[in-house]
């Protein structure tokens, strides 16, 4: 008997972990992969000094604290380099690859990226050299003339934004120079607004697989993802898989939100530099035993697979389909094929055929449990007024107990 390692790496997250861990624990799968019986294990990284030589005891690590925690990043990369681990995401890509990069390389696949500026910043951290760079280096420019090249309305945004802070949206050239006024260190983008939309969707990616959530970006916080799922024709879902898959392979991440933006027929993706997804409960509530599930079978087939680390991610492959000059529905397909290659898409489906089975059955009965309501409490009390969480602990439980309507019917 094999037992395999999967560490989780966390900070906030509350619910998701729990579910995972306690569905896992139930379902106790075990699996025969090549001739071997194999087991698997969870438990949860701590934060100590370590050793460069000491020994990673996971397979795979689930990592949520990568852009914000140094220490548990570094102790990770160094998992990689040494030990063989598997973690999702891929740390390099996430320290290196802002949202930034993300615009610049997808407009050149050619993928529909609105309009963007950057500008250097307001004000700057004083720093010894800052004075001669800026004296020698750093033009007067004229504000006005970029908000007028890009267009109005447009959003101010950092250019390494994450959960909508600083951004602004933009009509004219007065709101502009207070913003920029306003903007104090950070370095900006001004893009082209989508607007007026008929829809925004939030594509999560979870390794080979992709769920399409609509999103209203206007409602209150807990009402934003929607629970429909059938507002895409199957064309759009195919163009919008393709589009995930090729951004979260182009950039090594198992694990990412694409948010995109339909207008007259096209959808533009504005922001998918999102490998940390908001995985909560009080967010996603419909979609939540979705997100629990899928992440226990990717997770899974990487323990189970001894998945190698992608270390090189191979830009040069989509590069040469983007020289073919050929249709933009043709390019996206083309980049969707090796990104369908990279998370072994064949593979994984038929591992979830012939191994995951009897996990379906372990969520829908572990979701209609008082133990997922208990869940679905905790997080509720972290985040709403005392005389509230009745009220919204039942508001979540129900879209849950919807979902699990409609994957028995
Ligand atoms: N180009 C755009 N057109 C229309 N709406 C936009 C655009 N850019 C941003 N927004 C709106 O602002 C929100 C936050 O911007 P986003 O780029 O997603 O930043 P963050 O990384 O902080 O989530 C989006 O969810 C959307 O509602
Ligand atoms: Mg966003």
Redesign the pocket.
């Known amino acids: 008997m094999m037992t395999r390692r999967i560490g989780l790496s966390l900070g906030a997250d509350l619910c998701w972990p729990v579910c995972y861990e306690e569905i896992l624990e139930r379902w106790a799968p075990q699996l025969e992969i090549g001739g071997e019986q194999v087991r698997f294990e969870v438990s949860r990284l701590d934060i100590e000094p370590f050793d460069l030589k000491q020994a990673c005891p996971y397979d795979v690590v689930l990592d949520r604290l990568t852009h914000w925690y140094h220490t548990s990043r570094e102790w990770i990369k160094k998992s990689v380099v040494m030990d063989d681990l598997y973690v999702l995401n891929n740390p390099w890509t996430l320290q290196s690859m802002e949202?930034q990069t993300t615009y610049c390389a997808m407009m050149d696949l050619g993928l529909p990226v609105?309009d963007t500026w950057m500008l250097p910043p307001k004000e700057y951290e004083p720093v010894p050299d800052l004075e001669h760079t800026l004296e020698r280096y750093a033009k007067l420019f004229d504000l006005e003339e970029v908000g007028a090249k890009v267009g109005y309305p447009h959003?101010m945004?950092p250019y390494d934004?994450?959960?909508?802070?600083a951004?602004t949206r933009i009509e004219n050239p007065e709101q502009l120079k207070t913003a920029y006024d306003n903007s104090g260190r950070r370095i900006m983008h001004l893009?082209?607004?989508?607007?007026p939309?008929d829809l925004?969707v939030r594509c999560l990616g979870i390794g080979p697989d992709v769920r399409f959530i609509r999103y209203d970006?206007t409602a209150p916080l807990h009402e934003r993802y929607q629970t429909d799922t059938d507002f895409l024709t199957s064309e759009e879902k195919s163009l919008l898989r393709d589009m995930t898959l090729t951004i979260n392979s182009f950039f090594g991440w198992d694990f990412n939100s694409c948010?995109v933006?339909r207008k007259d027929g096209v959808f533009y993706p504005?922001?998918f530099a999102?490998a940390c997804p908001d995985s909560q409960v009080t967010s996603l509530h419909y979609h939540f035993p979705w997100l629990v599930k899928t992440m226990l079978q990717w997770s899974i087939f990487c323990a189970a697979t001894n998945r190698p680390m992608r270390t090189n991610l191979d830009w040069h492959r989509y590069h040469a389909i983007r020289d073919e000059k050929l249709t933009y529905r043709e390019s996206l397909s083309a980049y969707a094929d090796i990104a369908r290659q990279n998370f072994d898409f064949d593979q994984f489906e038929e591992f979830r055929r012939s191994h995951l089975g009897g996990l379906d059955e372990v969520t829908w009965t572990y979701f209609g449990e008082p133990r997922a309501k208990e869940v679905i409490r905790a997080k509720v009390e972290t985040l709403f007024p005392d005389d509230e969480h009745d009220e919204f602990t039942e508001l979540f439980w129900e879209h849950i107990q919807a979902w699990r309507r409609n994957e028995s019917s």
């Open positions: 949202k609105p959003f945004k934004g994450g959960a909508w802070v951004v893009q082209q607004a989508i607007e939309f925004f970006p948010e933006i504005i922001d999102n």
